[in-house]
């Protein structure tokens, strides 16, 4: 992971308060902080050492040392940092949605891209190049996000099914064994038919990968292999665009180096599938 203080911001609201007072002095006073000791940093924001490695570790960083690394190495701006989403407003001109709804796009790719961890996105391919079958659970606009990567997945003839449904995701996990992989995708990780299905799918053995908003959720705590997106969006917002748009950029990233891993495979069944397309409409 890169972006140490895209990392911070993101995770900041799901810390536990004395977490987040450091936290939220790290982001105000970054530049300091890059030349504090930990016992300097702990001083200044009225807490312990103890404390300021618990942020660290919350926020996915090994330590304190890892957390001024990332922040002296980020590329973000400040300015930036405190930039939100904007969300719906009244009578805004179709220009005016234009920008606004491909700024939100783009900031929600380059603030997952800083959370994205190469070595997770690797173990994840790894373990669905193996999988017997897999499984997307997913509800509401993350059930959009499943439903793209069970079609991809067809492409290149692996065993991939999306479920929507909560009845028949939790019916599909009493089925599943230690040779499954289960993905699932919310992007806060709290929500309630995800939490119990995945639950079930754990107890069975199968392989449980999470794609959920960057901090600390319950889906995250249950999984094996954590992938994350960008959490900056506004939670008052209607239809989850920009979140979607952080889901389908890590689905991609998993389809591609799914395909990659099994490449002349992968292009002749690509191949095959679009020539049955290309043939039906040349009827």
Request: aromatic residues 4%; hydrophobic residues 40%.
């Amino acid at each position: 992971m890169n972006g140490g203080l895209e990392r911070v911001q993101q995770g900041c609201a799901t810390l536990k308060p004395a977490e987040k007072k450091v936290a939220l002095y790290v982001l105000n006073h970054h530049e300091k902080v890059l030349m504090m000791p930990i016992k300097q940093l702990a001083k200044k924001c009225q807490t312990s050492e103890a404390t300021v490695i618990r942020m660290c570790r919350s926020l996915q960083f090994r330590g304190y040392r890892e957390l001024k690394l990332s922040i002296s190495a980020s590329t973000a701006k400040p300015q930036d940092l405190n930039e939100r989403y904007r969300d719906l407003t009244a009578d805004a001109s179709v220009g005016e949605i234009i920008r606004v709804i491909s700024n939100n796009s783009l900031r929600s790719i380059e603030a997952t891209l800083s959370v994205i961890d190469e070595a997770a996105i690797e173990q994840a391919v790894d373990v669905l190049s193996k999988a017997r079958k897999i499984l997307v659970i997913g509800v509401g606009a993350s059930a959009i996000v499943a439903l793209d990567f069970e079609q991809k997945c067809q492409r290149i003839n692996r065993w991939c099914e999306a479920l929507t449904d909560s009845h028949t995701q939790l019916t599909s996990a009493v089925h599943v064994t230690s040779e499954d992989v289960v993905i699932a995708v919310t992007y806060s990780g709290e929500t309630a038919e995800i939490i119990d299905t995945v639950n079930i799918a754990r107890n069975n053995q199968a392989k449980i990968i999470s794609i959920t908003s960057y901090g600390n959720n319950q889906v995250q705590k249950l999984a094996d292999i954590n992938l994350y997106v960008s959490a900056l969006e506004q939670s008052v917002r209607s239809g989850a665009t920009a979140s979607r748009i952080a889901q389908l950029t890590i689905i991609d990233i998993l389809f591609m180096s799914l395909a990659s891993k099994n490449y002349s495979q992968s292009i002749d069944y690509l191949e095959r599938t679009r020539e049955a397309i290309q043939n039906r409409f040349k009827k």
